[in-house]
């Protein structure tokens, strides 16, 4: 089945900084990859998200880029806030077609951010 | 976007009774899917649940102690049956659709 290795497991960077975490994926076949924040106490919230035909997408201040040869993808967040401060999880699946989530989600282990004044 | 309904928010429970976990949606979806996140892990699934079908397991999880009912296109429940303390967790619900979206989830305590 799908493996999906994320790091740094804990990432603190100073307020304005940027910010980069990054996953890699084992199953060729994945289609679809989404990036969740959560935080405490709270359920995931996914705040972006790449399918496989395309190598990066921007959305304000985070942008996700795609590498399908390499089998990696990462988050880039730049100018960080304190309220950017959670756990981050990536995730892959493989959906039914390329406009579709459609499938189950094997996640990353996380990334705690904190972004310190 | 969906907007997914969770209930109970949160539970303190004794060991050996079940709770039954809901999750609504505000549109039909042919899949949901149920995971867990134990404390200060990542999110595990459990379960694939499809409408008009036997829910589908993950390895490492069984029907006898987390039942999955999924009655209709907008809604569905988990059980978790005769709990330990090993069972506390974030329960999520989580739709298929053009994106991937959760429940705000229930935080199960099983005292």
């Known amino acids: 089945g799908e493996n999906v290795e994320q790091h740094p497991s804990t990432l603190s960077v100073q307020e304005g900084d940027s910010a980069v975490i990054k996953c890699t994926y084992s199953?060729?076949?994945?289609?679809?990859f989404p990036w969740y924040k959560q935080e405490l106490g709270k359920g995931p919230q996914l705040i972006i998200d790449i399918r496989s035909n395309v190598g990066e997408k921007k959305d304000q201040r985070i942008a996700v880029t795609l590498n399908k040869t390499a089998k990696h993808f990462s988050l880039h967040i730049t100018e960080t806030q304190p309220e950017d401060s959670a756990v981050y999880f990536c995730a892959a699946s493989k959906g039914k077609k390329l406009t579709g989530g459609g499938n189950k989600l094997t996640f990353g282990t996380g990334t705690q951010l904190k972004v310190e004044l | 976007s969906a907007v997914i309904s969770q209930k109970p928010s949160r539970d303190i429970c004794q060991r050996g009774t079940s709770l039954t976990i809901q999750c609504q949606v505000d549109?039909?979806?042919?899949?949901m899917f149920w995971y867990r996140q134990q404390p200060g892990q990542s999110l595990t699934l459990i379960a694939t649940a499809n409408q008009g079908s036997e829910a589908t397991y993950e390895s490492g999880f069984v029907i006898d102690k987390f039942p999955i009912s999924r009655p209709n296109l907008t809604f569905s429940t988990l059980t978790v049956s005769n709990m330990s303390p090993e069972d506390s967790s974030i329960y999520l619900c989580s739709v298929e659709g053009a994106e991937a979206f959760f429940g705000q989830g229930t935080r199960l305590t099983v005292v």
């Open positions: 549109s039909q979806v042919t899949m």
């Open positions: 199953d060729s076949a994945s289609n679809y």
